[in-house]
C-alpha cells in the first residue's frame, strides 16, 4: 500500500522508484557528497543500494531512504528517511539523508530530517531516533544539533568510527519544519 508523501514548506518526501536510479547515482558516485562513507559507489553499486533502499521500504513499512524534491519544480535533491540500523545488536532507527552537491547550503537537508523526525515521533511512535555521522562530518553534526540530538557515544559500523547521536523527547516537540 503505497504511503502518502511528506510535505514541507519547500520539499515533498516521496517513496524511491527504480526510475530514480541516474538521480541517486548523482550523490553515491561523487567522491565528494561521499566523503565520510568508506567510498563512493560504482553504477553498479548504486543500483544495488537503491535495490536495497526499495526493499527496506517493502519489508518495513514504508520505512527507509524518500526521494527528496523540491514542492514547485519537482527537481530531484537527494534522500532522506527512517531506516532501521544494527547498532551493535541493537535494532535502531537512523535518520540519515544525502543532498546532491549542488543543493547543500540552503538548508534541505534540516528540512528533510525534520520532518522526519516529526513523522517518527508522532506518526510512528517511535520514542527513539537515532543519527550516525562521523566526528569529521561537520554539516550533519549541524543539522543534528537543529534536531535537538545529542551524542550518546561512539560505535564502530562499515568500519568507521561514528557518534551516535540520539533525540532528545522532551524537546522534540519543538522541532518543526
Known sequence: ?????????RLRLRPLRPDDADDLF???GDPVAMQYYPAPKTREESDA???????????HDGLGLWAIEQRETGTFLGVAGIVPQDVEGTCEYEIGYLLQRRHWGR??????????LQHGLHERNFSRLVSLIGADNTPSRRVA????????RTVTMWGLTLDLWVNQPVGADAVHS
Not at 1 to 9: C, H, I, K, R, S
Not at 49 to 59: A, M, T, V, Y
Not at 107 to 116: H, I, P, V
Open 145 to 152: 544539533g537543529r534536531l535537538g540530538m545529542t551524542i550518546e
Open 107 to 116: 538548508g534541505f537537508a534540516t528540512e528533510a530530517a525534520s520532518a522526519w
Open 26 to 28: 548523482v550523490i553515491t
Open 1 to 9: 500500500m503505497p504511503l502518502a508523501p511528506l510535505l514541507t514548506e
Open 49 to 59: 543500494w537503491l535495490q536495497r533502499s526499495l526493499d527496506c521500504f517493502r519489508n
